[in-house]
Structures are given as C-alpha cells and as structure tokens.
C-alpha cells in the first residue's frame, strides 16, 4: 500500500481535529503536529487552513477549461456535460473526504460563503464557454446563456448533494440524466411547416443502449 502523501496526512489530521476541537478552535500548528509534520511542510501543501478543507478549485476549474477548448461547435454542448461529469467525478473519488467536507460547510457560515464564490467561478467558465458557442451578443442571448449555466450547475449540485446525503448510489448515471434535461431545456425545437429533418444531441453516458431507446423515441416523437 502507498504511504500517504504529506497532503493527504495533512487533510486527514485537518478534518479529525475539527471533530474533535471545532473549526475555529484548531489552528494550523495543531495539523501540523497531529500530522507529525511540521509548519513549513504545511504551508508548502496549502496556504491557510481553510485550503485543506477544499479541493485545488484552480487545478479543477483548469481541467474544465481543457475539456471545454477542446470541443468544436457541434460538440459544445456533449463537452458541458462532460465537463460536469469530470467535476463530479472529482468529488467521488474524495469519498469519505467529500462527505466530510459537506458536513463541515454545511455548519460554519464562512467555509459556506467560500463554497459559493467557488461555484460561482464554476457558473461564470459555463456561461462563457456557452455565449461563445451561441454566438450572439445580444442581451437576450446573453440572459440564455446565464441561465443555461446557472442550469448546468444547479444539476451537477443537485446529483452531488444527493450523493453526499447517500440518497444514490450512481450518481454517474444521474448527472448524465440531469444534464440531458438542462440541453432539453435549452436546445430550441423545430417546429412549423418550415422546419425539416431531426436534430439529435449526443452525450456520453453509463447506461446501455436498449435502455436508452425508449427515451430517445420520445423525444423525437415530442420535437415531431
């Protein structure tokens, strides 16, 4: 087995002394020891300590940005949801730590003020990405492409939160099935005598194929 890096020793000895002690109560000297490291080693892992408490947000928002420049205009919107599922599936891989950090926000005021300015940084990369793809700067343009946004990660925090609750156990399958209703939502229809052929949006997702086939039959049969 891997030795814990001086990182995660220092997360771990973080979130066991706001346990035990209270966040505002431990300090960064009480992590450090706990940790057996010393102070140095942990302001070359993190900066305060309510760093410990949050993933590297910059580093993840980074990957988001890579995904979404790597798509083409016909691919925008398969790269959003992508996009959600990669910051999804961050906060999976943390496990236990995710939960624990949900519990901890979820009780001091300051930790929830940082949590909301962290997806707003999330919400303002979609809306940029989104009124890029739409290509439209007038001013009802812009409102769409912010509520799409506020959309996508008002879906991707609704599977997480349920995650974080235990309320699911594939959280995969739900986020991919969030995302498919904000594109609905916000992909226009053809309709009228005009309008000819089928739109089809694509997106990656766990579920197998003859599951799928129902839905989608009922999608084109409504946008008929």
Do not use: C
């Not at 309709?191 to 086939?213: C, K, Y």
């Amino acid at each position: 087995m891997n030795k814990p890096s001086a990182r995660d020793r220092l997360a771990q000895a973080a979130f066991d002394l706001f346990n035990e002690s209270g966040y505002e109560q431990t300090t960064v000297d009480d992590i450090a020891e706990r940790a057996g490291l010393s102070r140095a080693t942990f302001f070359r892992n993190y900066p305060s300590k309510e760093d410990v408490i949050f993933p590297d947000h910059d580093r993840l928002i980074e990957k988001v940005r890579d995904r979404l420049r790597s798509s083409s205009h016909a691919t925008a919107l398969a790269a959003v949801s992508d996009a959600v599922r990669l910051v999804l599936l961050h906060y999976l891989d943390e496990g236990d730590l995710a939960r624990r950090r949900y519990a901890l926000t979820s009780t001091v005021p300051a930790l929830r003020e940082r949590e909301i300015v962290s997806v707003a940084r999330y919400q303002r990369l979609f809306r940029e990405f989104i009124t890029e793809w739409m290509g439209d700067s007038t001013q009802s343009a812009a409102l769409r492409a912010e509520l799409m946004a506020a959309a996508v990660v008002s879906a991707h925090n609704h599977v997480l939160r349920r995650w974080l609750r235990g309320d699911t156990t594939d959280p995969v399958r739900e986020v991919d099935e969030a995302m498919r209703q904000v594109i609905n939502l916000f992909t226009p229809r053809a309709s009228g005598s005009g309008a000819d052929g089928t739109t089809v949006i694509a997106f990656r997702t766990s579920q197998p194929l003859d599951s799928l086939l129902p839905a989608i039959q009922d999608l084109l049969e409504a946008g008929a």
